[in-house]
């Protein structure tokens, strides 16, 4: 009789366990989406041939991408602490800076900014 219960007992403790793992797996997929809410536009922009020039020291360039928020990985972004020479090439002086389509744009710049220079929509 003590052989059962230990028996239904370690069954018990193994499907609860089972259902905490599931659990945990299903709140570590909801935190690690991906999508963003400017998706769509900064694809845009980096369709549009627009580049930000920046550093991951500058306070402007985490600003800048801030606004965009999880949407900046789609963004097209040169650090000019890595790409030294890419940034001399371009006669980037200050951060952050945009190229869009050969033209500069120093500063952080307002998303609807970048949208009427690069012709997307901001969704």
């Not at 059962?4 to 259902?19: D, E, I």
């Not at 991951?56 to 949407?71: M, R, T, V, Y």
Request: glycine share 8%.
């Amino acid at each position: 009789m003590k052989i059962t219960k230990n028996f239904q007992y370690a069954k018990n403790l193994r499907f609860l366990s089972m259902r905490k793992l599931i659990f945990l797996f299903l709140i570590f997929l909801m935190g690690c989406s991906v999508a963003g809410d400017y998706d769509a536009f900064a694809q845009c922009l980096s369709e549009n041939d627009a580049t930000m020039y920046g550093t991951e020291w500058c306070s402007h360039c985490k600003d800048q991408k801030a606004a965009f928020g999880k949407s900046f990985r789609l963004v097209n972004y040169v650090d000019c602490d890595l790409q030294k020479a890419e940034c001399v090439r371009q006669g980037v002086k200050g951060y952050p800076t945009w190229i869009i389509q050969g033209e500069r744009f120093s500063g952080n710049q307002p998303l609807y900014n970048l949208a009427s220079y690069a012709g997307c929509e901001l969704e």
